[in-house]
């Protein structure tokens, strides 16, 4: 069993930035990779963001590429999503999932990930 908790969302203007983290508990966790999606009303979960267990292998969806950075700190259980240059259209529910499946291919895909937090509110107004 592997719980997340998401937090860090929050109402910020477009062009500005927010730091999302999940913190961690349950299984070793610097064992599986982490990744981070999104869902906006009326749409389905996309893929942000995921990085590999250690931290030096990334992925990320072409819209956020060059303003999102994943990250992560395995001595306090914790994965990051710094998110610069912020756009109306990122708003949406933010979830932080895991993947324990010990591939060592980062998934794009929902059904890849096993766990799942609650989800963390971003609104970015124009």
């Known amino acids: 069993q592997v719980q997340l908790v998401e937090s860090g969302g929050g109402l910020v203007q477009a062009g500005g930035s927010l730091r999302l983290s999940c913190a961690a508990s349950g299984r070793p966790f610097n064992m599986y990779a982490m990744g981070w999606f999104r869902q906006a009303p009326g749409k389905d979960r996309e893929f942000v963001a995921a990085?590999?267990?250690?931290?030096?292998?990334?992925k990320y969806v072409d819209s956020v590429k060059g303003r999102f950075t994943i990250s992560r700190e395995n001595a306090k259980n914790t994965v990051y999503l710094q998110m610069n240059s912020l756009k109306p259209e990122d708003t949406a529910a933010y979830y932080c999932?895991?993947?324990?499946?010990?591939?060592?291919?980062?998934?794009?895909?929902?059904?890849?990930?096993?766990?799942w937090g609650q989800g963390t509110q971003v609104t970015v107004s124009s």
């Open positions: 990085v590999s267990w250690n931290g030096v292998n990334k």
């Open positions: 999932a895991a993947d324990l499946s010990a591939s060592p291919i980062l998934h794009g895909v929902a059904n890849r990930y096993d766990y």
